[in-house]
């Protein structure tokens, strides 16, 4: 088939290099000349294990523009993979959807197949069908899809291979576009949920925020176990052990960062009260979230004393390993408090690169050596698996103070102890 997707972004480019590979050819359009250009001359402009090799052993059915237009008209199937961003009230920013609707309007000349991959609020895919109505395209050129996605950063391209279930949101009365979705899917192995509009948004919604109040959940639960010196690691593998609860997203931490779960739970309390409906569950998921980091810093505080002259190295930038993502990264949302509390901050990150802008002294390191070196303190904020590997007693001559903050409970710490280190995880003995 001949699909456009609007949207060289993780969810796009990576979309674009499945469906090329399931043997659909493909024009991916991005806004940004310069993703483009880095696409057109071979570079992936993210970093996702397995994207490159992807792209490039179907790069003759893939195309890469910026040319929104002619894409359109070429093309009889669209994807719509544009960011949604949060504003500041708590809603989403549809402006990228709202320019893509109007590239739609102004170029849909034949019969068009519209799917909507990006996370709208709910209501948002009657909106745009509305809209082009409005906009005067004809009803008879074009049906609205909604098909949420559900890859993770770091896994997209598994993931996007790999699903456990496609959902297929179609307007009432479409008798047409399950076919279509069904030749573009073919190859991928998952059950098909065949639903509304607006149970597909609500379907995504829904699991983002069931995810993060997991891993609220446990955070709430690691609090407990540190006042009463239990472990959370223990009660969550035990607990996850019956299939009602599950064993994942129980990993408790510093809390969930990336460019989803804060946004998609915001923008899921925002849509249940413009309707008058109290979110009080969500509310506190969120609340948990956004006070986890201080527990830590507290603890900080009571251990290393005195911020202006004690180091800190800060083990990861990224939201989560395996990515260079950092939007509402904890990490950096550590990094940016130590800062404003006067901490020397040295952070360091395989891949990541750290948002310097408000920040007063701290900096990135080159290697983990040289962030390590005479910290007073070392707070692993992001589980890299090459952290885990870390050999302690080195570590140990490398530091000046002997505190380690294991705030992903990613390290035994009976390795860290054995090497005359402190080890504090997060509800943790
Ligand atoms: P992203 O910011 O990485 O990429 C979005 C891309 O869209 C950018 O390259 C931008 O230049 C481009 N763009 C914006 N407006 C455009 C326009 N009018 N025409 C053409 N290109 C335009 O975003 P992302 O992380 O890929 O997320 C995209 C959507 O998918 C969001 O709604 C997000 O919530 C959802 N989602 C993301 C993930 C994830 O893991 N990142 C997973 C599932 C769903
Ligand atoms: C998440 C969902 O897992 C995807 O299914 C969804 O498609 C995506 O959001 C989206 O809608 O964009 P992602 O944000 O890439 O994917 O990453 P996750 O692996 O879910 O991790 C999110 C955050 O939660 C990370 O900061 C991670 O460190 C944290 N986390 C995760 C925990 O603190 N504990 C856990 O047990 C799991």
């Given at each position: 088939m001949d699909i456009c997707v609007i949207g060289a972004g993780y969810v796009g480019l990576t979309s674009s290099a499945v469906l090329a590979d399931l043997g659909h050819h493909v024009t991916c359009?991005?806004?940004?000349?310069?993703?483009?250009?880095?696409?057109?001359?071979?570079?992936?402009?993210?970093?996702?294990?397995?994207?490159?090799?992807?792209?490039?052993?179907?790069?003759?059915?893939?195309?890469?523009?910026?040319?929104?237009?002619?894409?359109?008209?070429?093309?009889?199937?669209?994807?719509?993979?544009?960011?949604?961003?949060?504003?500041?009230?708590?809603?989403?920013?549809?402006?990228?959807?709202?320019?893509?609707?109007?590239?739609?309007?102004?170029?849909?000349?034949?019969?068009?197949?519209?799917?909507?991959?990006?996370?709208?609020?709910?209501?948002?895919?009657?909106?745009?069908?509305?809209?082009?109505?409005?906009?005067?395209?004809?009803?008879?050129?074009?049906?609205?899809?909604?098909?949420?996605?559900?890859?993770?950063?770091?896994?997209?391209?598994?993931?996007?291979?790999?699903?456990?279930?496609?959902?297929?949101?179609?307007?009432?009365?479409?008798?047409?576009s399950l076919e279509i979705m069904k030749q573009i899917y073919k190859g991928i192995q998952?059950?098909?949920?065949?639903?509304?509009?607006?149970?597909?948004?609500?379907?995504?919604?829904?699991?983002?925020?069931?995810?993060?109040?997991?891993?609220?959940?446990?955070?709430?639960?690691?609090?407990?176990?540190?006042?009463?010196?239990?472990?959370?690691?223990?009660?969550?593998a035990a607990i996850g052990l019956d299939p009602r609860i599950g064993k994942h997203f129980l990993q408790a931490g510093v809390g969930y960062g990336g460019s989803c779960f804060p946004k998609d739970v915001s923008s899921f309390i925002h849509s249940a009260k413009q309707r008058g409906v109290e979110t009080p569950i969500l509310e506190a998921v969120q609340s948990v979230n956004e006070t986890q980091l201080d527990v830590y810093i507290d603890k900080i505080h009571s251990y290393i004393g005195d911020s202006l002259t004690k180091k800190v190295a800060v083990l990861g930038i990224a939201f989560k390993p395996n990515t260079d993502d950092t939007r509402s990264s904890r990490a950096v949302a550590l990094i940016q408090k130590l800062d404003a509390l006067k901490f020397n901050v040295m952070a360091y990150d395989p891949k990541a690169i750290l948002p310097t802008e408000g920040l007063k002294t701290a900096k990135q390191a080159e290697t983990i050596a040289d962030a390590i070196l005479d910290a007073d303190c070392l707070f692993i904020a992001t589980d890299w698996p090459s952290f885990k590997t870390l050999d302690w007693k080195k570590v140990k001559t490398w530091m000046k103070g002997d505190l380690v903050i294991d705030g992903r409970n990613c390290i035994d710490p009976k390795e860290i102890r054995k090497h005359g280190l402190r080890y504090i995880g997060v509800g943790r003995v």
């Open positions: 359009v991005d806004k940004n000349k310069e993703r483009i250009q880095a696409l057109n001359s071979g570079e992936s402009p993210i970093f996702e294990p397995g994207l490159s090799e992807l792209i490039q052993k179907n790069q003759n059915r893939l195309t890469f523009t910026d040319d929104v237009g002619e894409a359109i008209q070429k093309n009889s199937c669209i994807f719509i993979c544009v960011g949604t961003p949060p504003l500041p009230d708590g809603s989403t920013d549809l402006s990228y959807v709202m320019s893509v609707v109007d590239d739609l309007a102004a170029n849909i000349t034949s019969k068009k197949t519209v799917i909507t991959k990006s996370t709208v609020p709910l209501g948002t895919n009657e909106m745009i069908h509305r809209l082009l109505l409005k906009k005067g395209v004809s009803p008879g050129l074009f049906r609205i899809v909604s098909n949420p996605e559900f890859l993770r950063e770091g896994s997209a391209v598994h993931d996007m291979f790999h699903p456990d279930k496609t959902v297929i949101g179609l307007q009432h009365g479409d008798t047409t998952a059950p098909m949920i065949v639903t509304t509009l607006n149970d597909a948004e609500v379907i995504k919604f829904t699991s983002n925020a069931f995810l993060a109040t997991k891993i609220s959940f446990i955070n709430e639960v690691a609090r407990i176990c540190d006042r009463y010196q239990a472990d959370v690691t223990s009660v969550a």
